[in-house]
């Protein structure tokens, strides 16, 4: 999935012994992954640190781990350290990082998948949150999880009929309904706890 070079594995395992962490190993994720504004970003991870649904690259004397939901993005990625005068610089090239449009041929999924993380992801980030698609059924019902700052939060219908569901409406019209499959109960750190505020799609 992901091609490290030799040099980029030394650059990393030099960094980690720096820190003298036992088992720390460097976290991989994209952020604002499929549209232009796309990167990458890198953090030191203890194990103790990990949701459990990183992808983990086994590199000589430690360990990288990818995010789970970044995984896509970095498909045939690679991650090499160019030596230059003044010391090196670590590269990563992603050529699937700021996503497709989906062509003529694509199906419904990729269609909404693509609305949802091109347009309306980047907005409800801004509160903090992340909506994820988990299932388009034949007759055009889109079923979508909230996250984040939008899990439990009070204006999260107003988001999803407002904002989610006229954007992913507009752009892909085969879209019959939007529903929200999210436990909001369960939410902990919701960007509005109360009624007030405004979507977060606007």
Request: one cysteine or more; proline letters at 3%.
């Amino acid at each position: 999935m992901i091609d490290i070079s030799e040099r980029a594995q030394n650059y990393f395992r030099h960094l980690l012994e720096q820190q003298g962490v036992e088992g720390q190993g460097i976290r991989l994720s994209v952020v604002q992954g499929g549209t232009p504004a796309a990167n990458c970003a890198l953090e030191f991870c203890e194990p103790s640190e990990l949701d459990g649904r990183e992808w983990t690259v086994e590199c000589t004397g430690f360990n990288i781990y990818v995010d789970g939901d970044s995984v896509r993005w970095l498909d045939e990625a690679s991650i090499d350290f160019e030596i230059n005068a003044t010391g090196g610089q670590l590269n990563i090239r992603a050529p699937k990082i700021k996503g497709e449009i989906p062509g003529e041929g694509a199906s419904l999924v990729e269609r909404v998948r693509y609305v949802i993380d091109a347009e309306i992801n980047p907005q409800v980030a801004s509160h903090g949150g992340r909506i994820s698609l988990l299932e388009v059924s034949a007759d055009g019902v889109v079923v979508l999880q909230f996250g984040g700052g939008c899990h439990g939060c009070g204006m999260v219908d107003v988001t999803l009929k407002q904002g989610v569901e006229k954007t992913l409406k507009t752009r892909v019209p085969e879209i019959t309904e939007v529903r929200d499959a999210t436990d909001h109960a369960s939410g902990e750190n919701p960007y509005y706890s109360g009624e007030q505020g405004a979507s977060a799609v606007g």
